[in-house]
Nanobody, 122 residues
Framework: QVQLVESGGGLVQAGGSLRLSCAASGRTFRSLFMGWFRQAPGKEREFVAAISWSGGRTYYRDSVKGRFTISRDNAKNTVYLQMNSLKPEETAVYYC???????????????WGQGTQVTVSS
């Protein structure tokens, strides 16, 4: 079992920045792919970014490339999502997820946090 707890969400103006954190406990963190997903009201959950166990491979949805950065600190069992130049349409609940394999499909992930709200005002 893996327990994931997100933090760092909040209200920010368009063009602003937020840094999300996801603290993991339980199963060996460093063996897991970690991903960030988001879900806006009435919309499907969508992939945002993912990172390999070593941090050597990262993946992003096209719309966030160059603005978001995913990273991890295996010594702290924590994964981060630095979000810059945020847009109002990126308002959503952001979720941290973990699995032994990489996927951009949320149904493939076994472990989930409770989510943290990110609101971007125009």
């Amino acid at each position: 079992q893996v327990q994931l707890v997100e933090s760092g969400g909040g209200l920010v103006q368009a063009g602003g920045s937020l840094r999300l954190s996801c603290a993991a406990s339980g199963r060996t963190f460093r063996s897991l792919f970690m991903g960030w997903f988001r879900q806006a009201p009435g919309k499907e959950r969508e992939f945002v970014a993912a990172i390999s166990w070593s941090g050597g491979r990262t993946y992003y949805r096209d719309s966030v490339k160059g603005r978001f950065t995913i990273s991890r600190d295996n010594a702290k069992n924590t994964v981060y999502l630095q979000m810059n130049s945020l847009k109002p349409e990126e308002t959503a609940v952001y979720y941290c997820a973990a699995d032994i394999n990489y996927s951009s499909n949320w149904v493939e992930y076994d472990y989930w946090g409770q989510g943290t709200q990110v609101t971007v005002s125009s």
